[in-house]
C-alpha cells in the first residue's frame, strides 16, 4: 500500500540555520504532497502542497519539490526562527478520501 | 468562521465508561475524518465519513462507533473505554473531489485519558 517515511527526530537546529527534513514515498501512480506543521498544543496546518511532478510549494519561507525521480519531497528552509519549533507531517493523497501520513519529525530550534 | 471545532478539549474516563466526542465544521464540507494521534506513531485514521449519512472504517476502528447525523457534524462515540485508548483525537474535514487533492483541515484535538 501507499507509505510515507520520513526523516527521523528530533532535529534540534540553532536559530538561522539552514533545515532539511527528509521525505520519501512508497504510491502506484503519483499523488499530491503535503507538508503538515502541528505547534504545540494545536491542530495540524496545511504549510505547504504540490500536486504534481516538478511542482514546487512553497510558504512561510518554507520549500519543498515534488521529485517524481526520487520519489521525495523534502522540507527546506533557508533561515530558520525559533517560531519554527513544531512537529512536521509529510502527507500524501490521490484525491480520494485518503491521506496518508508519515509518523512526523519534531523540530527544535534554539536561541 | 471557526473551521473546524472539537468538544471537549480534555477528558478523564475510567475504564469502562462511554463518551461521545463532537466535532463540527462550518465549511460545507463533505468529507470528515477522525484520527487519533500517538507518540511516534504519527496519524492512524479511525473512521471517516464522505457525506451526510455515511461512514468508514480507517485504518485502527476497533472500540470507536461514529455517526454523521448532519453534513456540518461528526460524532465518535467509545462505548467501553479502555487504557489503551488514551489519546489525543483530531479530526478533520476536506472538500470532495479530485480536484480538491484532499487537502485537510484539522480540529484542536481532545487529549483523552482513560484511567
Known amino acids: 500500500g501507499d507509505s510515507v517515511t520520513q526523516m527521523e527526530g528530533p532535529v534540534t537546529l540553532s536559530e538561522e540555520a539552514f533545515l532539511t527534513i527528509n521525505c520519501t514515498y512508497t504510491a502506484t501512480g503519483y499523488p499530491s504532497l503535503f507538508w503538515y506543521v502541528q505547534y504545540p498544543g494545536e491542530g495540524l496546518q496545511l504549510l505547504l502542497k504540490?500536486?504534481?511532478?516538478?511542482d514546487k510549494g512553497s510558504n512561510k519561507g518554507f520549500e519543498a519539490t515534488y521529485r517524481k525521480e526520487t520519489t521525495s519531497f523534502h522540507l527546506e528552509k533557508g533561515s530558520v526562527q525559533v517560531s519554527d519549533s513544531a512537529v512536521y507531517f509529510c502527507a500524501l493523497s490521490f484525491g480520494n478520501e485518503k491521506l496518508t501520513f508519515g509518523t512526523g519529525t519534531r523540530l527544535t530550534i534554539i536561541p | 468562521n471557526a473551521g473546524v471545532t472539537q468538544t471537549p478539549k480534555f477528558r478523564v474516563l475510567k475504564t469502562g465508561q462511554s463518551m461521545t466526542l463532537l466535532c463540527a465544521q462550518d465549511m460545507n464540507h463533505e468529507y470528515m475524518y477522525w484520527y487519533r494521534q500517538d507518540p511516534g506513531m504519527g496519524l492512524r485514521l479511525i473512521h471517516y465519513?464522505?457525506?451526510?449519512?455515511?461512514?468508514a472504517k480507517g485504518e485502527v476502528p476497533d472500540g470507536y462507533n461514529v455517526s454523521r447525523l448532519k453534513k456540518q457534524n461528526f460524532l465518535l462515540g467509545l462505548e467501553s473505554a479502555a487504557p489503551s485508548q488514551t489519546s489525543v483525537y483530531f479530526c478533520a474535514s476536506s472538500w470532495a473531489g479530485v480536484s480538491f487533492h484532499n487537502e485537510q483541515f484539522f480540529g484542536p484535538g481532545t487529549r483523552l485519558t482513560v484511567l
Open positions: 465519513s464522505v457525506g451526510e449519512g455515511t461512514t
Open positions: 504540490a500536486t504534481k511532478a516538478d
